[in-house]
């Protein structure tokens, strides 16, 4: 028996092969005429994307458009801050949409902000080489790895490490996504 579940793109990339062993966070979606599965690899992105789908106008399809076009933590900082720019770039999202969610979720998120402290710490981890991180990240491209892969795993290889040297930075990158 199979099910299909739903997933952003922030769980696709971190899925291994197929055959390999998975667990997520699933929603079941239900209406009248439909039965849905959405998955996620954290409780964060869960959370955030039942906060989403509470705004009205945001459906569980948008939610997951929404959650795939920027990494978590920084959707948190974008929807609290009010950053109506970031939040129209992500496809789907017009600027009614972008308002709604803005003024709806400002003050919904801190709880959830705390909870995703682990992501947003990246941005405070390496702000000293952000330098080193974007160049990490634009080489991890340039090599085919899809950009939010390529940050979380700069992200990660970063925070673990004191030597944070672009050849070293890159050089562990490359061994974890090789894994």
């Known amino acids: 028996m199979g099910y299909e579940v739903t997933i952003p793109l922030s ?17 079941t ?8 599965l959405f998955g996620f690899r ?11 789908t509470s705004v009205s106008g945001v459906g569980p399809k948008l939610a997951i458009t929404i959650l795939s076009g920027m990494p978590v933590g920084e959707l948190i900082q974008v929807i609290s801050a009010g950053d109506l720019g970031r939040l129209t770039a992500i496809p789907g999202v017009g ?5 709604r969610v803005a003024m709806e979720l400002r003050d919904k998120l801190k709880g959830i902000a705390q909870a995703a402290d682990a992501v947003a710490s990246y941005g405070a981890a390496v702000s000293s080489d952000a330098g080193i991180v974007d160049d990490a990240v634009s080489a991890l491209v340039s090599l085919g790895y899809p950009k939010p892969l390529a940050e979380r795993t700069v ?25």
């Not at 769980?11 to 929603?27: D, M, N, Q, S, W």
């Not at 979606?29 to 849905?36: F, I, K, P, T």
Request: aromatic share 6%.
């Open 155 to 179: 992200a990660a290889v970063a925070a673990e490490s004191n030597d944070r040297t672009i050849e070293a930075v890159l050089k562990r990158s490359l061994r974890r996504l090789s894994k």
């Open 95 to 99: 600027r009614k949409t972008a308002e």
């Open 11 to 27: 769980t696709f990339y971190e899925v291994g092969e197929i055959g390999t062993e998975l667990a997520l966070f699933v929603h």
């Open 42 to 52: 954290t409780r964060t992105e869960k959370d955030l994307f039942l906060k989403l």
């Open 29 to 36: 979606h239900v209406r009248e005429d439909v039965l849905q």
